[in-house]
């Protein structure tokens, strides 16, 4: 079946270290996001990237990097120099942009800091 | 500039009762809008989206949305509510033309009492 596959579901990250949290999505969109989700505050965009080798800062990439090196593939790693990581993180894709297209989620992974 | 506002954090319905969660948007231009599901430990799915072919929208589990220009709401609504109904529920506009950001609301959870 078609999808979007997050990995792992739960992560733990002592402090000073950097983490990926991998994203891998078989539906051929060339869009895909990284957000992260805060209990009350909704979803906020981290990254996104419309197309291969291209990416953008969403509202709060401060301390998190990504890469596009494959359509399939974009992975999200958590430096750090985010000092508040802990959060559930959801990775999405869609058809290229998001005018009215549909925006596809991951099952989320779950980042503690220990 | 687009943005969200959903009414109510949480909202407690009997089961059989009407489902009722508000969703004021705030756009610029012409906006579509969705609503999506979020059940615990997990991503979030569509249930529905306008994009402005009809202003009643039927989306899935029974669930429907009527948008309402002059109010600027998207209010979703279910005639009887389903203990399996008890989730997270999110509201999120992006506005036509291009790549446009999608925003999502706070989210509202909806706890279904036998």
Redesign the interface.
């Known amino acids: 079946d078609g999808g979007?596959t997050q990995s792992p579901k739960y992560l733990f990250r002592k402090e000073g270290q950097n983490v990926t949290l991998s994203c891998e999505q078989n539906l051929n969109h060339d869009a895909m996001y990284w957000?992260r989700q805060d209990p009350?505050?909704?979803?906020r965009?981290i990254y996104?990237s419309?197309i291969v080798n291209d990416f953008q800062k969403?509202d709060i990439a401060e301390g998190y990097s990504v890469s596009r090196e494959k359509k399939e593939s974009f992975p999200l790693t958590v430096t750090s120099a985010q000092k508040n990581p802990t959060a559930f993180y959801?990775c999405?894709s869609s058809i290229a942009?998001?005018?009215?297209n549909?925006?596809?989620?991951?099952?989320?992974s779950?980042l503690t800091v220990v | 500039a687009q943005s969200v506002t959903q009414l109510g954090?949480h909202v407690s319905v009997s089961e059989g009762a009407l489902v009722l969660l508000r969703c004021n948007y705030s756009s610029s231009v012409p906006p579509?809008l969705?609503w999506?599901v979020q059940y615990p430990?997990?991503?979030?799915?569509?249930l529905l989206?306008y994009?402005s072919a009809a202003t009643l929208v039927k989306g899935i589990n029974g669930f429907e949305a009527e948008f309402k220009k002059s109010e600027t709401s998207f209010h979703l609504t279910k005639p009887s509510a389903h203990m399996s109904d008890a989730a997270e529920y999110?509201c999120a506009v992006?506005a036509?033309?291009?790549?446009?950001?999608?925003t999502?609301?706070?989210?509202t959870k909806l706890q279904v009492i036998p």
Do not use: D
């Open positions: 979007i957000y009350g505050q909704g979803l965009l996104y419309q969403g959801l999405a942009g998001t005018n009215g549909t925006i596809y989620f991951g099952e989320g779950w | 954090s579509y969705f999506y430990n997990q991503g979030l799915q569509l989206k994009t999110f992006t036509s033309g291009g790549y446009q950001k999608v999502f609301g706070t989210g």
